[in-house]
Protein backbone atom coordinates (compact mmCIF):
# COMPACT_ATOMS: atom_id res chain seq x y z
CA UNK A 1 0.00 0.00 0.00
CA UNK A 2 1.87 3.42 -1.09
CA UNK A 3 1.76 6.34 1.44
CA UNK A 4 2.33 9.82 1.18
CA UNK A 5 5.43 10.65 2.06
CA UNK A 6 6.46 12.45 5.01
CA UNK A 7 9.08 14.76 6.17
CA UNK A 8 10.87 14.59 9.69
CA UNK A 9 9.35 17.25 11.94
CA UNK A 10 10.46 20.64 11.49
CA UNK A 11 10.77 22.78 8.74
CA UNK A 12 11.17 20.60 5.47
CA UNK A 13 14.46 20.99 3.52
CA UNK A 14 15.52 19.87 -0.36
CA UNK A 15 17.14 16.73 1.29
CA UNK A 16 13.72 15.80 2.59
CA UNK A 17 12.27 16.29 -1.06
CA UNK A 18 14.99 14.59 -2.45
CA UNK A 19 14.60 12.03 -0.13
CA UNK A 20 11.12 11.31 -1.00
CA UNK A 21 11.29 11.72 -4.27
CA UNK A 22 14.49 9.20 -4.63
CA UNK A 23 16.25 11.47 -6.55
CA UNK A 24 19.30 13.60 -5.90
CA UNK A 25 19.27 17.08 -4.07
CA UNK A 26 21.00 18.67 -7.41
CA UNK A 27 17.94 16.98 -9.49
CA UNK A 28 15.54 18.79 -6.97
CA UNK A 29 17.24 22.17 -7.42
CA UNK A 30 16.78 21.94 -10.73
CA UNK A 31 13.23 21.40 -11.26
CA UNK A 32 12.58 23.79 -8.79
CA UNK A 33 14.77 26.54 -10.32
CA UNK A 34 13.25 25.83 -13.79
CA UNK A 35 16.71 24.51 -15.07
CA UNK A 36 17.27 22.03 -18.11
CA UNK A 37 18.57 18.74 -17.77
CA UNK A 38 15.49 16.98 -16.06
CA UNK A 39 13.21 14.75 -17.55
CA UNK A 40 9.82 15.85 -17.67
CA UNK A 41 8.75 12.88 -15.95
CA UNK A 42 10.72 13.29 -13.17
CA UNK A 43 10.43 17.04 -13.11
CA UNK A 44 6.39 16.40 -12.80
CA UNK A 45 7.65 13.42 -9.73
CA UNK A 46 9.27 15.75 -7.92
CA UNK A 47 7.18 18.67 -8.10
CA UNK A 48 4.61 16.45 -6.43
CA UNK A 49 6.27 15.53 -3.76
CA UNK A 50 7.61 19.32 -3.02
CA UNK A 51 3.55 20.08 -2.90
CA UNK A 52 2.95 16.63 -0.81
CA UNK A 53 5.85 17.81 2.00
CA UNK A 54 4.78 21.77 1.83
CA UNK A 55 9.05 22.46 0.84
CA UNK A 56 7.38 25.92 -0.73
CA UNK A 57 6.62 26.84 2.96
CA UNK A 58 10.52 27.67 3.31
CA UNK A 59 9.39 30.84 0.49
CA UNK A 60 6.92 31.71 2.24
CA UNK A 61 8.87 32.13 5.08
CA UNK A 62 11.36 33.95 2.89
CA UNK A 63 8.89 36.23 1.82
CA UNK A 64 7.90 37.21 4.88
CA UNK A 65 10.94 38.61 5.69
CA UNK A 66 11.48 40.53 2.53
CA UNK A 67 9.21 42.57 0.11
CA UNK A 68 9.63 39.45 -2.62
CA UNK A 69 10.97 36.18 -3.09
CA UNK A 70 12.56 36.70 -6.41
CA UNK A 71 10.94 33.79 -7.36
CA UNK A 72 9.29 34.06 -11.02
CA UNK A 73 6.45 31.35 -11.67
CA UNK A 74 6.03 29.93 -14.95
CA UNK A 75 2.69 28.28 -15.19
CA UNK A 76 1.53 25.33 -18.11
CA UNK A 77 -1.28 23.54 -18.57
CA UNK A 78 0.93 20.29 -18.82
CA UNK A 79 4.69 19.67 -19.68
CA UNK A 80 4.53 19.27 -23.26
CA UNK A 81 6.95 19.64 -26.25
CA UNK A 82 5.40 23.96 -26.88
CA UNK A 83 5.67 24.51 -23.17
CA UNK A 84 8.77 23.23 -22.54
CA UNK A 85 10.94 25.54 -25.08
CA UNK A 86 9.06 28.09 -23.66
CA UNK A 87 10.15 27.31 -20.41
CA UNK A 88 13.95 26.83 -21.94
CA UNK A 89 13.78 30.74 -23.04
CA UNK A 90 12.82 31.75 -19.90
CA UNK A 91 15.69 29.45 -18.16
CA UNK A 92 17.97 31.46 -20.23
CA UNK A 93 16.46 34.76 -19.87
CA UNK A 94 16.95 34.81 -15.93
CA UNK A 95 20.62 33.14 -16.12
CA UNK A 96 22.89 35.66 -14.29
CA UNK A 97 19.89 37.36 -12.33
CA UNK A 98 18.64 36.93 -8.87
CA UNK A 99 15.61 35.59 -9.93
CA UNK A 100 14.76 31.84 -9.68
CA UNK A 101 11.84 29.86 -11.67
CA UNK A 102 8.80 28.04 -10.29
CA UNK A 103 7.73 25.87 -12.96
CA UNK A 104 3.67 24.96 -12.50
CA UNK A 105 1.77 22.66 -14.21
CA UNK A 106 -1.68 23.55 -13.49
CA UNK A 107 -4.28 21.07 -15.65
CA UNK A 108 -2.54 17.65 -15.22
CA UNK A 109 -4.88 16.55 -12.01
CA UNK A 110 -8.14 15.45 -13.44
CA UNK A 111 -11.29 16.90 -13.60
CA UNK A 112 -12.01 20.30 -16.18
CA UNK A 113 -8.76 21.88 -16.89
CA UNK A 114 -11.10 25.43 -17.64
CA UNK A 115 -9.59 28.02 -15.41
CA UNK A 116 -6.42 25.97 -14.30
CA UNK A 117 -4.74 29.27 -14.43
CA UNK A 118 -6.80 31.47 -11.91
CA UNK A 119 -7.02 28.47 -9.55
CA UNK A 120 -2.92 27.73 -9.80
CA UNK A 121 -2.39 31.78 -9.63
CA UNK A 122 -4.27 31.51 -6.50
CA UNK A 123 -2.22 28.77 -4.70
CA UNK A 124 1.32 30.54 -5.82
CA UNK A 125 0.98 34.66 -6.08
CA UNK A 126 1.53 36.67 -3.08
CA UNK A 127 3.76 34.88 -1.06
CA UNK A 128 5.32 31.79 -3.61
CA UNK A 129 6.37 34.40 -6.45
CA UNK A 130 6.33 37.92 -7.49
CA UNK A 131 4.82 37.40 -10.77
CA UNK A 132 3.58 34.77 -13.46
CA UNK A 133 3.95 34.22 -16.98
CA UNK A 134 1.17 31.91 -18.25
CA UNK A 135 1.18 29.71 -20.66
CA UNK A 136 -2.13 29.46 -23.68
CA UNK A 137 -4.69 30.77 -20.72
CA UNK A 138 -8.11 29.11 -21.28
CA UNK A 139 -10.03 32.48 -19.32
CA UNK A 140 -9.37 35.73 -19.14
CA UNK A 141 -6.89 36.77 -16.35
CA UNK A 142 -7.86 38.26 -13.23
CA UNK A 143 -7.23 40.62 -11.72
CA UNK A 144 -4.46 41.05 -9.29
CA UNK A 145 -1.65 43.09 -8.22
CA UNK A 146 0.60 40.84 -8.91
CA UNK A 147 2.78 41.05 -12.53
CA UNK A 148 1.19 38.45 -15.24
CA UNK A 149 2.44 38.04 -18.86
CA UNK A 150 -0.14 35.65 -20.81
CA UNK A 151 1.75 34.19 -23.81
CA UNK A 152 -0.67 33.11 -26.79
CA UNK A 153 -4.16 33.57 -24.55
CA UNK A 154 -7.07 31.34 -26.03
CA UNK A 155 -9.10 34.32 -26.06
CA UNK A 156 -6.44 36.54 -28.50
CA UNK A 157 -4.27 39.64 -26.73
CA UNK A 158 -7.33 40.72 -24.52
CA UNK A 159 -4.51 40.55 -21.53
CA UNK A 160 -2.61 43.69 -20.68
CA UNK A 161 0.52 42.03 -21.01
CA UNK A 162 0.75 39.32 -24.01
CA UNK A 163 3.20 37.61 -26.03
CA UNK A 164 2.20 35.80 -29.24
CA UNK A 165 3.10 35.27 -32.23
CA UNK A 166 1.58 36.06 -36.34
CA UNK A 167 -0.17 33.09 -37.07
CA UNK A 168 -2.23 34.64 -39.37
CA UNK A 169 1.25 35.73 -41.57
CA UNK A 170 2.43 32.12 -40.72
CA UNK A 171 -0.52 30.16 -41.72
CA UNK A 172 -0.74 32.01 -45.59
CA UNK A 173 2.93 31.47 -46.32
CA UNK A 174 2.45 27.85 -45.20
CA UNK A 175 0.10 27.74 -47.42
CA UNK A 176 1.51 29.94 -50.04
CA UNK A 177 4.15 27.38 -50.26
CA UNK A 178 2.09 24.59 -51.28
CA UNK A 179 0.86 26.87 -53.59
CA UNK A 180 3.86 27.44 -55.10
CA UNK A 181 5.05 24.04 -55.32
CA UNK A 182 1.94 23.11 -57.61
CA UNK A 183 -0.71 21.80 -55.51
CA UNK A 184 -4.47 23.01 -55.33
CA UNK A 185 -5.63 20.41 -53.62
CA UNK A 186 -4.70 21.38 -50.22
CA UNK A 187 -6.05 20.38 -46.80
CA UNK A 188 -5.85 21.68 -43.42
CA UNK A 189 -5.97 19.81 -40.17
CA UNK A 190 -7.62 22.28 -37.79
CA UNK A 191 -6.29 23.26 -34.08
CA UNK A 192 -8.45 23.65 -30.87
CA UNK A 193 -11.96 25.44 -31.28
CA UNK A 194 -11.14 27.45 -28.17
CA UNK A 195 -7.41 28.19 -29.35
CA UNK A 196 -7.62 31.97 -31.19
CA UNK A 197 -4.03 31.16 -32.52
CA UNK A 198 -6.20 28.20 -34.23
CA UNK A 199 -8.74 30.10 -36.27
CA UNK A 200 -6.08 32.49 -37.22
CA UNK A 201 -4.42 29.88 -38.64
CA UNK A 202 -7.17 28.38 -40.33
CA UNK A 203 -7.67 32.36 -41.65
CA UNK A 204 -4.64 32.36 -42.94
CA UNK A 205 -5.20 28.85 -44.64
CA UNK A 206 -8.43 29.92 -46.45
CA UNK A 207 -6.90 33.70 -47.15
CA UNK A 208 -3.79 32.12 -49.48
CA UNK A 209 -6.49 29.79 -51.08
CA UNK A 210 -8.69 32.64 -51.73
CA UNK A 211 -6.05 34.59 -53.20
CA UNK A 212 -4.25 32.11 -55.20
CA UNK A 213 -8.07 31.67 -56.70
CA UNK A 214 -8.38 28.42 -55.89
CA UNK A 215 -12.00 27.57 -54.64
CA UNK A 216 -12.20 26.49 -51.05
CA UNK A 217 -13.33 22.39 -50.50
CA UNK A 218 -15.21 21.90 -46.94
CA UNK A 219 -14.50 18.53 -47.13
CA UNK A 220 -10.71 19.16 -46.96
CA UNK A 221 -11.07 20.96 -43.46
CA UNK A 222 -10.72 18.04 -40.72
CA UNK A 223 -10.63 18.38 -36.87
CA UNK A 224 -7.34 17.79 -36.03
CA UNK A 225 -7.39 19.15 -32.11
CA UNK A 226 -3.51 19.30 -31.42
CA UNK A 227 -4.02 16.02 -29.69
CA UNK A 228 -2.30 12.50 -31.51
CA UNK A 229 -5.89 10.64 -31.53
CA UNK A 230 -7.68 13.48 -32.69
CA UNK A 231 -5.08 14.34 -35.42
CA UNK A 232 -4.97 10.11 -36.16
CA UNK A 233 -8.65 10.78 -37.06
CA UNK A 234 -8.85 13.52 -39.00
CA UNK A 235 -5.94 12.70 -41.15
CA UNK A 236 -7.18 9.65 -41.81
CA UNK A 237 -10.77 11.43 -42.93
CA UNK A 238 -8.45 13.38 -45.13
CA UNK A 239 -6.96 10.72 -46.82
CA UNK A 240 -10.21 8.51 -47.32
CA UNK A 241 -11.79 10.93 -49.57
CA UNK A 242 -12.11 9.86 -52.87
CA UNK A 243 -10.01 12.33 -54.20
CA UNK A 244 -7.61 13.20 -51.20
CA UNK A 245 -5.58 16.06 -51.00
CA UNK A 246 -1.90 16.16 -52.18
CA UNK A 247 -1.00 18.42 -49.30
CA UNK A 248 -1.99 18.92 -46.00
CA UNK A 249 -1.52 22.05 -43.66
CA UNK A 250 -1.49 20.86 -40.38
CA UNK A 251 -2.26 23.45 -37.20
CA UNK A 252 0.90 22.31 -35.39
CA UNK A 253 3.69 20.15 -35.47
CA UNK A 254 1.94 17.36 -33.56
CA UNK A 255 -0.75 16.98 -35.89
CA UNK A 256 1.99 16.72 -38.94
CA UNK A 257 3.68 14.34 -37.46
CA UNK A 258 0.84 12.39 -36.34
CA UNK A 259 -0.53 12.39 -40.01
CA UNK A 260 2.79 11.65 -41.58
CA UNK A 261 2.26 8.56 -39.25
CA UNK A 262 -1.25 7.57 -41.06
CA UNK A 263 0.36 8.27 -44.33
CA UNK A 264 3.15 5.54 -43.58
CA UNK A 265 0.51 2.84 -42.48
CA UNK A 266 -0.92 2.71 -46.11
CA UNK A 267 1.81 3.09 -47.64
CA UNK A 268 1.01 6.61 -48.71
CA UNK A 269 4.80 8.36 -49.37
CA UNK A 270 5.85 11.85 -47.90
CA UNK A 271 6.57 14.05 -49.60
CA UNK A 272 6.60 12.14 -53.14
CA UNK A 273 2.67 11.43 -52.74
CA UNK A 274 1.90 13.97 -50.27
CA UNK A 275 3.40 17.20 -48.96
CA UNK A 276 3.19 18.24 -45.23
CA UNK A 277 3.27 21.28 -43.59
CA UNK A 278 3.22 21.75 -39.68
CA UNK A 279 3.63 24.57 -37.74
CA UNK A 280 5.64 25.81 -34.44
CA UNK A 281 8.86 24.26 -35.13
CA UNK A 282 8.96 21.52 -32.08
CA UNK A 283 12.15 19.71 -31.74
CA UNK A 284 10.81 16.63 -33.16
CA UNK A 285 9.75 18.48 -36.50
CA UNK A 286 13.41 18.52 -37.50
CA UNK A 287 13.85 14.76 -36.19
CA UNK A 288 11.11 13.02 -38.50
CA UNK A 289 11.96 10.91 -41.98
CA UNK A 290 11.28 13.42 -43.92
CA UNK A 291 12.23 16.40 -41.74
CA UNK A 292 9.12 18.11 -41.36
CA UNK A 293 8.45 21.53 -43.24
CA UNK A 294 6.96 23.85 -40.72
CA UNK A 295 6.34 27.64 -39.65
CA UNK A 296 8.78 27.99 -37.05
CA UNK A 297 7.15 29.82 -33.70
CA UNK A 298 10.31 31.11 -31.62
CA UNK A 299 9.31 29.55 -28.48
CA UNK A 300 12.06 30.50 -26.73
CA UNK A 301 12.28 33.54 -27.83
CA UNK A 302 8.79 33.81 -26.65
CA UNK A 303 9.65 32.87 -23.04
CA UNK A 304 12.84 35.45 -22.98
CA UNK A 305 10.31 38.02 -23.75
CA UNK A 306 8.05 37.34 -21.81
CA UNK A 307 9.86 36.37 -18.20
CA UNK A 308 12.06 39.90 -19.75
CA UNK A 309 8.60 42.27 -19.62
CA UNK A 310 7.74 40.31 -16.96
CA UNK A 311 10.83 41.58 -14.32
CA UNK A 312 10.70 45.43 -15.86
CA UNK A 313 7.06 44.66 -14.53
CA UNK A 314 7.59 43.96 -11.24
CA UNK A 315 10.68 46.19 -10.98
CA UNK A 316 8.73 49.21 -12.30
CA UNK A 317 10.80 49.57 -15.15
CA UNK A 318 7.57 48.70 -17.54
CA UNK A 319 3.96 48.91 -18.55
CA UNK A 320 1.76 46.10 -19.82
CA UNK A 321 2.08 45.70 -23.50
CA UNK A 322 1.81 43.31 -26.49
CA UNK A 323 4.69 41.92 -28.09
CA UNK A 324 3.64 39.95 -31.01
CA UNK A 325 6.97 37.53 -32.86
CA UNK A 326 7.17 36.67 -36.33
CA UNK A 327 6.16 33.06 -37.31
CA UNK A 328 8.84 32.07 -40.46
CA UNK A 329 8.54 29.15 -42.91
CA UNK A 330 11.37 26.62 -42.41
CA UNK A 331 11.27 24.31 -45.75
CA UNK A 332 12.86 20.87 -45.20
CA UNK A 333 11.99 17.56 -46.93
CA UNK A 334 8.07 16.96 -46.23
CA UNK A 335 7.17 19.25 -49.23
CA UNK A 336 7.85 18.21 -53.02
CA UNK A 337 5.19 19.53 -56.24
CA UNK A 338 2.46 16.98 -56.81
CA UNK A 339 2.86 13.73 -59.15
CA UNK A 340 2.25 14.65 -62.62
Do not use: C
Not at 173 to 187: K, N, Y
Not at 223 to 231: D, Q, T
Amino acid sequence: MSRTPTAARGRTTITDVARAAGVSVATVSKVINGRDGVAASTSEHVLEIVNQLGYASSLVATSMRRSRTHVIGVLVAEFEPFALQLLHGVSEALTDTEYDVLAYAGAVSSGSHLGWESRSLSRLGGTLIDGAVVVTPTVRLPETSMPIVAIDPHTGPASPATVDTDNLRGAREATEHLISLGHRRIAHLRGRDDLESARLREQGYREALRAAGIEEDPSLVAEGGYRPAEAAAGAAALLNLETPPTAIFAANDLSAIGTMQVADERGIRVPEDLSLVGFDDVPEAAATTPPLTTVRQPLAAMGRSAVDLLVRMIEGEAEPTHIRMSADLVVRGSTAPPRG
